[in-house]
């Protein structure tokens, strides 16, 4: 898709989208990219749950459901859709990056800014490897009942590339860049310019190039479509989207 237009015809699209919508259209791939994510696993082919239990006991499944908005059965549901990705590549069940990159682009090999992202905010003990239990926490934040705070700090996180706790500059043109070569959008240079430069003219109030949490907290109240792709609808009942998860259990929700 391509988006070189003459300068005239750029300048009333430009004004005619709010800042909200500007950089809202560059959350949405990323948001997409979950989706794809739960989808690609879960409506494998000719696949259904082994009748055998693996190494998440019931008494973990249980705490994990009382500390998330999912229940029992979801959770048991996301942990048949963890172990079919995390013996993709390295049978160890444990997901590997390059076993999320091959359930997210079909390749398990390649530099890609999206998938180094989502697989550092996923990884929050940083060792390399994404467990179940961070796989269930990193999920939840995009669960309809999730509080618009946590969403909020997720997505900050996300822009926070060199994890400064300041959203930068060229952060933002960092992701915005690899988000269009991953639509396959191509925007001119002055377009981009111009939205990055509108975008931090009214989220960066006090004006040193930079974004901090509460200017970004603040950003999000003025443009709270900033977050309507943070929320995946059929996380409220994951294992009614895949009725192929459904088992019986010996936990009761």
Known sequence: MDFNNNSSSRSPRLSSLTIGERICAA???????????????????EWRPSVKRNRCGFLDIARLADGSRFTVNEVEALYELYKKLSNSIIKDGLIHKEELQLALFQAPH?????LDRLFDLFDEKR???????????ALNVFHPYAPMEEKTDFAFRLYDLRQTGFIER?????????????SDVKLPDDL????????????????DGK?????WKAFV????????????????????????????????D
């Open 192 to 207: 981009l310019e111009a939205i990055i430069d509108k975008t931090f003219a009214d989220a960066d109030a006090d004006k």
């Open 27 to 45: 959350c949405i791939p990323f948001a997409a990219i979950i989706e794809i994510f739960i989808l690609a696993v879960g409506n494998c082919l």
């Open 110 to 114: 390649g530099e890609n800014l999206f």
């Open 221 to 252: 109240v003025r443009h709270p479509n900033l977050l309507n792709n943070m929320t995946l609808p059929y996380l409220k009942d994951i294992s009614t989207v895949f009725p192929s998860f459904i088992f019986n259990t010996e936990v009761e």
């Open 211 to 215: 974004i901090n949490k509460e200017e």
């Open 170 to 182: 060229e952060e933002v043109k960092q992701m915005v860049i690899a988000i269009l070569l991953e």
């Open 127 to 137: 060792n390399g490897v994404i467990e179940f239990e961070e796989f269930v926490r």
